[in-house]
């Protein structure tokens, strides 16, 4: 299995330009997890999905960043005009919920290190 | 809401010293427990979990048993090595319809030297 994949792995970006994170969940996988780490804040959860769907948005930290997942091997978080702030290490995370109740673990993604100049 | 809370980092020790970090939590229901590792540069990988009271998890020598009584889910490790430098995340995951969720402690970089 290959795992989460996240691209691009480093993005240096100017004040005011758009940003545009991917993420690709494990084959298989119903639910989807955007992290943000700083040194300051730690791991903050942003928003995550299941079946597609966004479930819990609360931690979008404001209107700029938005995610979608338009099926369920493909999703993006982007940042609309970024800011020097946005600067973090952004993962993404895939688990499966299963029918009989079980949740497997949450796998996550190597990280995308944003910088925004 | 439920939350998790570790023992406060950064922790330096040295090779083949004993390690313990400390990780309680409040939850509603029965949480299952995980213990997570982050290497530098990489994104975060499980280490172990358990799933009920009194459960142990175990990996890579490194063990942590479910305490409900004392809702507490500590890691543990005889002999640390050079290599286990890292950040180490505790985390619950809520019963009921959680979609998955993880709440996370806030971390425990810990340092090993030679």
């Known amino acids: 299995d290959a795992g989460v994949i996240q691209s691009p792995r480093h993005e240096v970006t100017e004040m005011g330009q758009e940003v545009t994170l991917r993420c690709k969940p494990i084959?298989?996988?119903?639910?989807l997890f955007w992290y943000r780490q700083t040194m300051m804040r730690g791991l903050e959860l942003l928003i995550y999905?299941?079946?597609?769907?966004?479930?819990?948005d609360s931690g979008m930290p404001e209107d700029r960043f938005s995610a979608k997942m338009p099926n369920a091997s493909f999703s993006t978080l982007k940042i609309q005009p970024s800011e020097p702030r946005d600067s973090a290490v952004y993962f993404c995370?895939?688990?499966?919920?299963?029918?009989?109740?079980?949740?497997?673990?949450?796998?996550f993604g190597p990280g995308t290190r944003l910088t925004v100049l | 809401g439920d939350s998790v809370t570790q023992m406060e980092g950064p922790v330096t020790l040295s090779e083949e010293a004993f390690l313990t970090i400390n990780c309680t939590y409040t939850a509603t229901g029965y949480p299952s427990l995980f213990w997570y590792v982050q290497y530098p540069g990489e994104g975060l990988q499980l280490l172990l979990k358990?799933?009920?009271?009194?459960d142990k998890g175990s990996n890579k020598g490194f063990e942590a048993t479910y305490r409900k009584e004392t809702t507490s889910f500590h890691l543990e490790k005889g002999s640390v090595q050079v290599s286990d430098s890292a950040v180490y995340f505790c985390?619950?995951?809520?019963?009921?319809?959680?979609?998955?969720?993880?709440?996370f402690g806030q971390g425990t970089i810990l340092t090993v030297h030679p």
């Open positions: 995370a895939s688990s499966l919920i299963r029918t009989s109740g079980g949740i497997d673990t949450q796998y």
């Open positions: 999905f299941n079946n597609n769907v966004p479930i819990d």
């Open positions: 084959s298989g996988h119903n639910s």
């Open positions: 358990a799933t009920k009271a009194d």
């Open positions: 985390a619950l995951l809520a019963g009921g319809t959680s979609y998955g969720k993880l709440t």
